[in-house]
């Protein structure tokens, strides 16, 4: 029986649990673009990012037969991602990597080929050029509750789980991200 690709992404994990390697396809194409950016904004580093994808969803496929429904999918493979970020940072006892100009061209890159992203203004890529700076100075605590919300989709509730802290804890960083970021806007209005 072929995969729905409708499927939730909860029902396919189950699936690709049970052997179903084209469920896995369908969740790598939903999921990857988010996890890369997640990863590449926490670490700030283009070659850094790309091991640890890899790794992340490396752990996925290792823990697949444990598999349970226990929350979202995306909650699931966060907090793997999140975990990953946490053991790379514990090792190498550092938070912050300098952003050199390979890092740099990669976060501007769309994740789509160029031919399919649809043109964007000058003021556009002003306006996404100074958010991604405002991010670059947010605490790493604070970007990481807003980059999971905004590429994730993560909940309030979904940031505090995959991230290990309380939810009024994930709920003050993403609420202290928007204000900055916000006011950092103030002048796009």
Not at 122 to 150: C, H, I, M, Y
Request: aromatic share 8%; proline share 3%; glycine share 6%.
């Amino acid at each position: 029986m072929p995969t729905d690709p409708d499927a939730t992404d909860e029902t396919l994990m189950l699936g690709y649990r049970d052997g179903d390697a084209a469920a896995f396809d369908i969740l790598y194409v939903r999921h990857k673009g988010g996890v890369y950016r997640y990863l590449l904004r926490q670490c700030r580093n283009a070659a850094l990012a790309e091991e640890l994808f890899q790794d992340v969803w490396m752990n996925l496929i290792r823990a697949r037969a444990g598999y349970v429904v226990q929350a979202r999918f995306s909650t699931y493979l966060y907090r793997i991602a999140h975990n990953r970020l946490m053991d790379h940072f514990r090792r190498h006892d550092n938070h912050t990597v300098s952003l050199d100009d390979e890092s740099a061209a990669a976060i501007d890159e769309p994740v789509a080929p160029a031919g399919l992203q649809p043109d964007i203004s000058a003021e556009s890529r002003a306006q996404a050029a100074q958010l991604l700076t405002l991010l670059e100075k947010l605490p790493d605590e604070q970007r990481e509750a807003f980059v999971l919300q905004q590429e994730g989709g993560l909940s309030v509730e979904e940031i505090a789980e995959a991230t290990g802290v309380a939810r009024e804890t994930a709920k003050s960083r993403l609420r202290y991200a928007l204000v900055k970021l916000r006011e950092g806007m103030q002048s796009w209005r």
